[in-house]
């Protein structure tokens, strides 16, 4: 079993950053690819960026490409999301997920495991 745990989501103003990490329990972390989804309000809960086991493959929805960058630290089991030039339409509940088959799948249906969702907040 995998326990994730979001953290820094906030408020921040339009072109501004925040730092998202993703804390996993268990001593498989390595081993698994994970995921970042976000849901705005009153919309689907929507695939943002994936990263293999190892970090050298990654993905990025259209959307953020060239703003977000994912990355992870195998050593401390945490994934980030390095999220810069932050507009308004960026705001949601930010979501980290275990890709435990690797195949970073943008249908929320296939994970299992979940953290309990961090708020970023873009406004002036």
């Known amino acids: 079993q995998v326990q994730l745990v979001e953290s820094g989501g906030g408020l921040v103003q339009p072109g501004g950053s925040l730092r998202l990490s993703c804390a996993a329990s268990g001593r498989t972390f390595s081993t698994y690819g994970m995921v970042w989804f976000r849901q705005a309000p009153g919309k689907e809960r929507e695939l943002v960026a994936t990263i293999n086991w190892s970090g050298v493959r990654t993905y990025y929805t259209d959307s953020v490409k060239g703003r977000f960058t994912i990355s992870r630290d195998n050593a401390k089991n945490t994934v980030y999301l390095q999220m810069n030039s932050l507009k308004p339409e960026d705001t949601a509940v930010y979501y980290c997920?275990?890709?435990?088959?690797?195949?970073?799948?943008?249908?929320?249906?296939?994970?299992?495991?979940w953290g309990q969702g961090t708020q970023v907040t873009v406004s002036s």
């Open positions: 997920a275990a890709d435990q088959n690797g195949y970073g799948s943008s249908d929320p249906r296939e994970y299992t495991y």
